[in-house]
Each structure stands twice: as C-alpha cells, then as structure tokens.
C-alpha cells in the first residue's frame, strides 16, 4: 500500500470490500492508518431488490413467462430476510425449476411460495461456510441446547471441546450476533449475562453444519 510513496510513476489503488462493518477496527494499526477512505453502502431498499430482480428474471426467463406479482412476491420475501438480494435470486431459480417440473407454461406466486420454504436458508448456508471452526463448533452447541440457554452456562459447555477465555468466548458470540445466526436477550435478574436465541429452527442448523 506504500508502493506509491517510492515509485513515481506509480498508479495503484486498493479497494477492500468488508460485509462486516467493524472489520477495519480487527486491522493492526499500521495498516488502517494507510486506508484513505470508508465508504459505507446501506441495506437495499424494497423498491432497490424488486428491481434487481425484474433484471435478473429479465435475463434468466423467456419473455412472459414469469409473473410480475411473482416478482413481487419475491422481492418482499427478500427484504424481510435481512434484505438479501441472494435469497430473492434463490427463489426465482427454484421457482423456475418447480414450474418446469410441472409442466407449466409461467411461474407465479405459488411456486415462489413453494420455493421460499428451502431459499429462505440461503443465506443462513453462506453465513455457516464464512464461520471459522471455533464460530461452528459454539454455534452446534446452541443448535444442540435448549431454546434460551444462558451465556454462563453456554460457556462451560464450549469449554469442554474448546479452550478459550470468557473474553475470546463473548467475541464469537457477538459474531454469530452480527451474522443473525442468534439472538441475545437480557437473562432476568442479570445485569450481564443474556439468553442465547437461534434465528434459524435447529434441525436446520446441525442439517447444514453437518454437510460442511
């Protein structure tokens, strides 16, 4: 990154894309201090996904043979799941596939419907290919406890497989937080400690992890 600094002639820009927002904070010092610039880009809108979308089955559809209120479908489905343009574009190729299948000239709403109910994980299987194996292994011990286990007592149970701090252990809890993968809630009558919530049904969870 200082190659400009010694080389005249030079013309040589970096650009580093992080989809997590605290990214740059895990960076040495030294190496910040040469980013010139963050810009940051919001979540899409509803209107921004619908037409990505209308775009995408533009491309992948014959002419007429996709519903616009399909479309639309979609693109609402998408915006509610964390606003990822993966899980729309998920539904649109299952959808297509269902509708083949049956033999049937257009896709609409219901095979979106039908092709929401696997797309919706989408995300969830790019999220758990992302994870590190410490992020899997404490994520499989929530996936493996009862609904709204306590933080201390999550804790002991990553402590028989992994070595780490309290502090190192709350790291990868607030990661899988970041990642929507759980939830944390105050636990009653704590000032510190919380409940540990899945976003996603369990089964489905240990069904992915088990395939990595």
């Known amino acids: 990154m200082r190659f400009n600094e010694f080389e005249e002639e030079a013309k040589i820009g970096i650009i580093c ?23 940051y880009f919001p979540p899409y809108e509803l209107e921004e996904i619908t037409e990505i979308l209308r775009n995408r089955a533009r491309e992948a559809f014959l002419p007429g043979k996709i519903e616009d209120e399909a479309i639309r479908l979609a693109s609402h489905y998408s915006y509610n799941e964390n606003r990822d343009v993966r899980v729309g ?37 790019i999220l758990l290919h992302s994870l590190d194996e410490e992020e ?7 996936a493996e406890s009862e609904e709204g286990i306590s933080t201390p007592e999550l804790y002991e149970l990553f402590s028989e497989e992994v070595s780490r701090t309290p502090q190192h252990f709350r790291k990868l809890l607030q990661r899988l937080e970041w990642y929507r993968l759980v939830e944390l809630r105050p636990l009653p009558g704590s000032t510190r400690a919380r409940e540990v919530y899945l976003r996603f049904p369990k089964e489905k969870v240990r069904e992915y992890l088990d395939m990595l």
């Open 136 to 142: 899997r292994t404490l994520l499989r011990k929530i």
């Open 17 to 39: 894309i992080m989809n997590e927002a605290t990214a740059p904070k895990d960076l040495d010092p030294r190496l910040r201090s040469y980013m010139g610039r963050e810009v």
């Open 89 to 125: 574009l998920e539904i649109l190729r299952r959808a297509g596939i269902i509708a083949e299948n049956r033999g049937k000239e257009r896709v609409g709403t219901r095979e979106i419907k039908e092709a929401f109910k696997e797309a919706k994980y989408i995300s969830m299987k």
